[in-house]
């Protein structure tokens, strides 16, 4: 007889590495070449590690040997601290932050410090799976507010005001965006935080992509504009210094009057109990924050992110059938399709289709909670020629149909 799975399992899944990866990984072991445009990896397109990230870890790796503080090497934290009061946080302390493996480990901890099962965090759709997972596997609940395409994936605040509930405990924003690649407007920004104000509402603030964005625009972090709410902010450096594996992220907690103390404790027991995030990973924190240059590198004229971009967007402006809110940051883009007249009524299908076809793994939209199949996210990081091909092949695939 067969063991059930956990019940708090039943709701938890990944498309990023779900059927349509593991349909994938059986292709190219029988010898297909597959371009996988389902994670945000760019070591896997040609991109390498800064030097200064690659010397501050072979210089340091002896210091790793032994654990370290459970919240994370003091060095580390320190670089981490001056990095956010560069971003205009003033409240945080050494005390406030948390260095773990990667932000999706930081994210599991903090819903579990700060939810209790049957409550509610307001979550954005489509959103990146990690998090309405985290609230799964802690009994609460993901209530997903809309971000509105037509308006460039800006949340609709009116529907935020709606889900409201006495259930209600916190508010995600993840900014910029994964999938969609926006960055919300600040004035769209301070409208949510003015809501969490109203209703005492904790802000999970997920800004691993702050330091992507393109089009001399600017990131602000939510615990800069507003200080009086308890915030808790999500970054790290996975994709600004093209370190994935090294799985470097951390939280860094805001709040007036004490707010958070009790949740900084309940971090501190949770980062106690796997003894420490990755020492060797910490190591080179400091040396990546003080290299900012070699991401601007890839954000402007001439460079990848920002020439692979404009090749996405220039073929799906042409494609007929297709449509596309260019991204403002981050390696992400969210085409939609015309599902109607290609007669698409499940988009895990037409991702098949495009692998199966096309030897191109994409994720379908309904892997990030969108309600209706017609789009999929692409990870923009092939050289800008292969990308554009790559589109112009799902293009072509969806006009057989």
């Known amino acids: 007889m067969k063991i059930a799975n956990a019940v708090r399992m039943n709701s938890v899944h990944s498309d990023i590495r779900g059927p349509l990866y593991q349909e994938a990984l059986k292709m190219m072991k029988e010898g297909t070449d597959v371009l996988r445009l389902n994670t945000g990896n760019p070591a896997n397109f040609g991109f390498s590690l800064p030097d200064s990230v690659r010397e501050a870890l072979l210089s340091g790796i002896d210091r790793a040997v032994a654990y370290c503080d459970s919240r994370g090497m003091p060095d580390a934290r320190e670089a981490i601290l001056a990095y956010h009061r560069s971003k205009g946080l003033t409240d945080p302390c050494m005390e406030d932050i948390f260095i773990g493996n990667g932000v999706s480990e930081m ?55 709606s889900l409201i509930t006495d259930r209600t405990k ?68 996975s994709k600004s210094h093209i370190i994935c594996g090294f799985r470097c992220g951390w939280v860094i907690l805001s709040s007036p009057d004490h707010e958070l103390d009790e949740i900084r404790d309940a971090l501190e027991r949770l980062s106690s109990m796997r003894l420490c995030g990755n020492a060797l990973t910490q190591l080179v924190i400091p040396a990546a924050l003080n290299d900012p240059e070699s991401t601007k590198a890839m954000l402007v ?43 698409i009524t499940d988009d895990r299908d037409f991702g098949m289709g495009v692998l199966k076809e096309k030897h191109i793994l994409i994720v379908p939209g309904s892997g990030f909670g969108y309600p209706t199949p017609d789009h999929f996210r692409i990870v923009m990081l092939p050289e800008a020629q292969e990308l554009a091909k790559a589109v112009q092949d799902i293009a072509d695939y969806l006009h057989t149909l």
């Open 301 to 343: 004229p001439g460079g990848r992110l920002y020439e692979q971009r404009k090749a996405v967007v220039d073929v799906i402006s042409r494609a007929e059938g297709m449509s596309v809110v260019p991204n403002d940051a981050a390696f992400y883009v969210f085409p939609k399709f015309d599902a109607e007249r290609y007669h």
């Open 107 to 161: 994210a599991q901890m903090a819903v579990l410090a700060v939810m209790d099962p049957g409550e509610e965090m307001l979550v954005p759709c489509p959103n990146y799976s990690l998090w309405s997972n985290a609230l799964y596997l802690a009994g609460a609940k993901p209530v997903y507010y809309r971000c509105v395409e037509e308006n460039r994936w800006m949340p609709d605040t009116e529907h935020i005001r």
């Open 170 to 237: 916190a508010i995600l924003l993840i900014n910029p965006n994964n999938p969609t690649g926006v960055l919300y407007d600040e004035d769209v920004v301070k409208e949510i935080l003015q809501i969490a104000r109203e209703h005492h509402l904790i802000v999970f603030s997920d800004e691993i992509y702050d330091r992507l964005v393109m089009d001399g625009k600017v990131h602000q972090s939510c615990a800069k504009l507003a200080p009086d709410l308890p915030v808790l902010t999500f970054n790290g450096l």
